[in-house]
């Protein structure tokens, strides 16, 4: 029986989204830019998810362009808005333990004359929206921080820290990665105070090679990708049909059982650390109040590669830490005080609410059996 826990790096796509990207690729097969009716029927596709995008985090449709992933998205809201509002205010806020996708586009800014400031949790592992506050100034043109942390499920303060920088500096462009917890968490614009909102296809049951971006009316984002003119300029290429409508089905079976999903989720989290509460060896990196749906253990002595492979040969698949680290450790445990053996050993367990206590059941015994056998 294969038990997939590795649901933070990609999901399994449901089948309404197989459905709707096959239908736009058999039948609805066409160019959106192209002005007959084969090109008109791809882009009524094109529109009817981006209106489900804007309903599902509260915004106007015209407001939600789309890319081809997550990753094109916090390039596009880092690099398109440093552009247009970096000339003079040359400062850019982001915590510590953001995403390979904002953490090296900031990184490469630093390297272009832009003044990073990076913000680690505090001494207690958790982070305070006043030290995102204080860290601001006249010369801030933009604040990044992702909502939930993909390794440990850490839910960062994005709410108080971005509604209290806008009382205090209303032009710093704020900006949210909600990669884990768009379709977990209730996500509206407004709420969070956030001016650029990034979301991925893959994580929420729809297909890979798809996201988008929320830009804030009369907010200015300039492109980083030229061309032809799509998504009114601001994303040039033409918009990929199959896996955006794949998108908007996935939206559409999961935006209204939200809070449903969230519960089922934490009664599996609490199964999980009941069962690991038996093993001597496991440690939870995860915080308590943080994400139901990432779970970040280590079962220290043990390496997690070489564990990660042993579960892998009995058909369960878990993570070492975030899928575009390829394997290699991002320092993001480290910010969060787990270092050195126990961050060696450390495995991410990621699951939906379609997760089972019997695969929670099977993981648990394998794990167990691997500590036994699994040398250091």
């Known amino acids: 029986m294969e038990v997939y826990l590795d649901n933070a790096a990609t999901t399994k796509p449901c089948a309404e989204a197989v459905a709707a990207a096959v239908e736009a690729m058999t ?3 066409g160019n959106p830019s192209s002005l007959h009716r084969v090109g008109l ?24 362009y789309f890319t081809s992933g997550a990753t094109e998205s916090n390039n596009l ?10 000339r003079k205010r040359k400062k850019i806020i982001i915590s510590a333990v953001e995403h390979a996708s904002v953490e090296e586009t900031a990184s490469d800014l630093e390297r272009n004359g832009f003044e990073i400031v990076r913000i680690p949790p505090r001494e207690d592992g958790r982070y305070y929206a006043a030290d995102f506050v204080n860290a601001c100034g006249d010369d801030t043109c ?9 390794e440990t499920g850490y839910i960062l303060p994005v709410k108080e820290a971005f509604s209290a920088i806008k009382r205090k500096f209303p032009d710093i462009i704020t900006h949210t990665d909600c990669v884990q ?18 979301l991925s296809g893959h994580k929420i049951h729809g297909g890979k090679g798809v996201g988008a971006l929320y830009i804030r009316k009369g907010v200015r984002v300039l492109p980083v990708i030229t061309g032809g003119k799509q998504e009114k300029g ?23 059982t939200i809070t449903e999903r969230y519960e089922k989720v934490s009664m599996l989290k609490a199964y999980l650390l009941g069962k690991l509460g038996s093993i ?65 050993s450390a495995l991410r367990i990621s699951m939906t609410a379609e997760t089972t206590e019997e695969e929670i059941d099977i993981f648990c015994e394998a794990l167990s059996d691997g500590i036994e056998k699994v040398r250091g």
């Open 234 to 256: 601001i994303r040039s290429g033409t918009e990929s049909v199959p896996m955006i409508a794949a998108f908007g089905a996935a939206v559409k079976k999961f935006s209204q």
């Open 77 to 86: 809201a880092l690099r398109g808005a440093s552009a247009a509002y970096g």
């Open 280 to 344: 001597d060896v496991v440690v939870i990196n995860s915080p308590e109040d943080g994400s139901p749906y990432v779970v970040n253990i280590s079962a220290e002595g043990k390496r997690s590669e070489i564990m990660l492979h042993f579960l892998e040969s009995k058909e369960i698949y878990v993570s070492s830490g975030s899928a575009c680290s390829k394997g290699q450790q991002s320092g993001v445990l480290g910010q969060f005080g787990i270092k050195d053996k126990r961050a060696d």
């Open 142 to 150: 933009l604040v990044s921080m992702m909502y939930i942390n993909n």
């Open 41 to 64: 029927n791809a882009q009524l596709l094109v529109d009817d998810t981006r209106k489900a995008l804007a309903s599902a985090i509260g915004v106007e449709s015209e407001n939600i």
């Open 27 to 29: 039948e609805k097969y």
């Open 181 to 198: 917890a768009f379709m977990k968490l209730p996500i509206k614009a407004n709420v969070l105070c956030a001016d650029l909102i990034s």
